[in-house]
Structure formats: C-alpha cells, structure tokens
C-alpha cells in the first residue's frame, strides 16, 4: 500500500510548481472510497448488494442535497483559485445533451454499484480491487481519444509504482492463502 501510495505522490508532484493543493481533494475521495468498500465487506455478512447499494446512494443523495443547500447560490463561486471556483460556482440548469449524459450515467450506475457491491460482498477486497485498477487504463484512453494527451513521464511512473504495490499485495495475499488452505 506504502508503494501505491508513494505513486500517488509521484504522480502529484509536490513541491513542484505543478503541485495545487487542490491535487488532494481526489486523494481524500479515493480514501473515502476505500473506506466504503472495506465497509460494504463488513456489511455483506448481513445484509444484500441492493440493500448496500440503495443506503450508499441514499447517502450520497443526502450529501448532494446538503452542498447544493450550502454552495447552490454560487455566492462562493468568485474565489480566485482555479479549482474551487469549478466546485463553487452557481447551479444552473443543464443543457438538453447534457441531461441525458447524466441520464446515461445514472444508468450505468444503476447498473454497476449492485454488481461491485456484490462484488465486495462475497470476495475478498484484495480480490476485487485489482479489477478497479482498469480505471488507470480507460483514464489514460479517454484522455488521449477526448482530449488528445497522454499522461506524462512522472504520471507513468506513479501508475507504474500503483499497479506494482497492488499486483504485489495480491500475489502475497495469494500465496499467504495457499500456504495456509
């Protein structure tokens, strides 16, 4: 985990002039999503993958609902950083193609979070999360067919230095359970 983790670093660069603060907000969401998967595999013990995953989205609606009643106005919106001005800026109505993007995602998630919740339910994290780490893979291609660019050198590092702790975990955790079963 240290050395996924050190990729992350890597990958953030900091005290370098491409370091923003900001960089941390996904680190605090991936660790929030970490928790939440360790979670989900206490919770499958007792209880099903719909019951999971309706309470996870019941939560995630609740805490949409509170940011949009605290930050909804905009009035947050003028700061000067980049990154927070994005987060903060007013609600507004979206386009028609943009309705059905999200649409389109609902669906998507409506359909992926009882198949990773069962997931996590019935298998071991050290099992499953491997699976996650394509996310790295379609992220690196979504960029470069939607936005033309490739990750740069450190950024392959830092992928590098994650897949490697994770594959390393897995094959330990692998033969940790051989040796005992």
Same mark, same amino acid.
């Not at 206490?42 to 509170?66: C, D, K, P, Q």
């Not at 028609?96 to 992926?112: F, N, Q």
């Not at 291609?141 to 975990?169: K, M």
């Not at 955790?173 to 079963?181: D, N, P, W």
């Given at each position: 985990?240290?050395?996924?983790? *050190? ?18 907000? /996904?680190?605090? %969401?991936?660790? +929030?999503? +970490?928790?939440?998967? =360790? =979670? %989900? ?16 989205? %019941? ?7 509170? *940011?949009? *009643? !605290?930050?909804? /106005?905009?009035? &947050?919106?003028g700061v000067g950083h980049k990154s927070l001005a994005f987060l903060l800026r007013g609600w507004s109505v /979206? ?5 059905? !993007? ?22 071991? %994290?050290?099992?499953? +999360? /491997? ?9 690196? !291609? ?32 692998? +033969?940790?359970?051989?040796? &005992?079963?």
């Open positions: 985990m240290i050395v996924g983790f *050190l990729g992350v670093i890597l990958m953030m660069r900091p005290g370098s002039d491409v370091f923003d603060w900001a960089a941390l907000l /996904p680190v605090g %969401a991936a660790s +929030a999503y +970490a928790l939440a998967q =360790i =979670i %989900a595999r206490r919770l499958g013990e007792s209880e099903g993958a719909a019951v999971m995953t309706f309470y996870s989205n %019941a939560l995630f609606l609740l805490g949409g609902l509170i *940011l949009a *009643l !605290l930050l909804g /106005p905009g009035e &947050h919106g /979206p386009s028609g193609v943009d309705l059905l !993007l999200m649409a389109l995602c609902g669906v998507v998630a409506a359909a992926a979070l009882p198949l990773l919740a069962q997931a996590y339910r019935v298998a071991q %994290a050290n099992v499953v +999360a /491997p699976f996650e780490y394509t996310a790295m893979i379609w992220g690196v !291609l979504y960029g470069w067919l939607v936005f033309g660019q490739l990750p740069q050198s450190w950024t392959w590092a830092g992928i590098a230095l994650i897949t490697g702790g994770g594959v390393f975990v897995l094959s330990r955790e692998r +033969a940790s359970a051989s040796a &005992h079963g």
